[in-house]
């Protein structure tokens, strides 16, 4: 896996992944960025949402659950002094769709976080990471 990163102006950045997709990085004003992209460790935060997303859409598609909606909403504690890693993290999943079964989605959320994400075994290493969820039966 390879990434590119290119300066715009100041610490404004345009990321390149080997997938070919960019993404436009920068710091706050008081670090001379322009508020043009978000920020690098709003790029970690969304980066194990994102992996587990996949994960739990995966594996509830092969257990044969229709989802019709998915969310997480992650919230971070980071530290107060240098290097402000993450020591704490949630992850909210909001589930929507059509007879989802309960153990399924415990199951889902279970092997994602404990065992497939790679993010989440990454940050596992400085952070507490926690996670609950909401089902939500959809009506036809």
């Known amino acids: 896996m390879k990434a590119r990163?290119?300066?715009?102006?100041?610490?404004?950045l345009l990321g390149e992944a080997d997938s070919g997709h960019g993404i436009v990085i920068d710091g706050a004003?008081?670090?001379?960025?322009?508020?043009l992209g978000t920020?690098?460790?709003e790029l970690v935060l969304i980066g194990l949402g994102g992996c587990s997303a996949m994960d739990v859409l995966s594996i509830l598609k092969k257990q044969r659950q229709t989802v019709?909606?998915?969310?997480?909403?992650?919230?971070?504690?980071r530290?107060?002094?240098?290097p402000k890693v993450f020591t704490e993290i949630h992850l909210h999943y909001i589930i929507k769709g059509?007879?989802?079964?309960?153990?399924?989605?415990?199951?889902?959320l279970e092997l994602s976080t404990q065992k497939y994400c790679s993010v989440s075994a990454m940050l596992d290493k400085t952070a507490k990471i926690t996670y609950d969820y909401e089902?939500?039966?959809?009506?036809?």
């Open 5 to 12: 990163l290119k300066l715009i102006e100041n610490v404004c």
């Open 29 to 35: 004003p008081e670090i001379g960025g322009r508020n």
């Open 39 to 41: 920020r690098p460790m």
């Open 68 to 77: 019709t909606d998915f969310m997480i909403e992650a919230q971070a504690q």
């Open 79 to 82: 530290r107060e002094e240098e």
């Open 98 to 108: 059509r007879g989802l079964k309960e153990n399924h989605v415990k199951r889902a």
């Open 135 to 140: 089902m939500i039966e959809e009506i036809p």
